[in-house]
């Protein structure tokens, strides 16, 4: 059984920087694709970074610079580092976790981007 749990989220200023982290229980993270996805009120719910197994990156064009995915294997925990933040980054942030059929979320976590 996977869980996945979120940290990192907040409310910051525009202009600023959060760190968000997902930890991941079970074996299977290292075998693991992984994403960053956010759902805004009355929107769908977006990719906004993804990592693959062998780490290459893909990012939603609306946070191409801005932000970073990273994963670490041994520590089971996916990084979204954002810079630069928008309101318009205001959603909440939802890690997932996929290895062939398998598909995990997290319970998300807010970020609020405002002055």
């Known amino acids: 059984q996977v869980q996945l749990v979120e940290s990192g989220g907040g409310l910051v200023q525009p202009g600023g920087s959060l760190r968000l982290a997902c930890v991941a229980s079970?074996?299977?993270?290292?075998?693991?694709?992984l994403g960053w996805y956010r759902q805004a009120p009355g929107k769908q719910r977006e990719l906004v970074a993804g990592?693959?197994?062998?780490?290459?990156?893909n990012y939603a064009d609306s946070v191409k610079g801005r932000f970073t995915i990273s994963r670490d294997n041994a520590k089971k925990t996916v990084y979204l580092q954002m810079n630069s933040l928008k309101p318009e980054d205001t959603a909440v942030y939802y890690c997932?976790?996929?290895?062939?059929?398998?598909?995990?979320w997290g319970q998300g976590t807010q970020v609020t981007v405002s002055s």
């Open positions: 079970g074996s299977i993270f290292s075998a693991s694709a």
């Open positions: 997932n976790l996929r290895a062939g059929i398998i598909e995990h």
């Open positions: 990592i693959s197994v062998g780490s290459s990156t």
